[in-house]
């Protein structure tokens, strides 16, 4: 690709991994607001947070180990950017769960809400 061409596709990356990273942020408030009588789930739910966030850089880290600069070439921030939209989606998509809820009558339902 052209240097003009990566540049914009590497900017419009970011800005898609900036907008996933918004959306989780704000569901992950939005079930903090909706539990915040249920204690016990929430400090779990925080620590499940913060061990997804370890989860995910070891998982860029690994994909993405640390080498030479021009090791990955001029299209290695999209990539980095691409891979870490998809970690944040499919966290978004684990915890939109808590905020849709599960069928009633779901024996295993734990902390998650019944939809009515």
């Known amino acids: ?32 607001k909706e539990y915040a009588d249920d204690t016990a789930f929430i400090e779990n739910l925080k620590k499940s947070q913060r061990a997804w966030i370890v989860f995910r850089d070891a998982q860029i880290k690994m994909k993405f180990p640390e080498r030479d600069s021009q090791y990955y070439g001029s299209i290695f921030p999209l990539c980095y950017n691409q891979y870490l939209e998809d970690l944040t989606l499919a966290r978004i998509q684990t915890l939109q769960e808590w905020l849709d809820g599960v069928e009633e009558g779901d024996a295993c339902s734990g902390s998650t809400k019944i939809k009515y």
């Open 1 to 32: 690709f052209p240097v003009t061409i990566q540049s914009e596709m590497n900017i419009e990356s970011s800005t898609n991994t900036n907008k996933a990273d918004a959306k989780l942020n704000e569901i992950y408030k939005k079930i903090l």
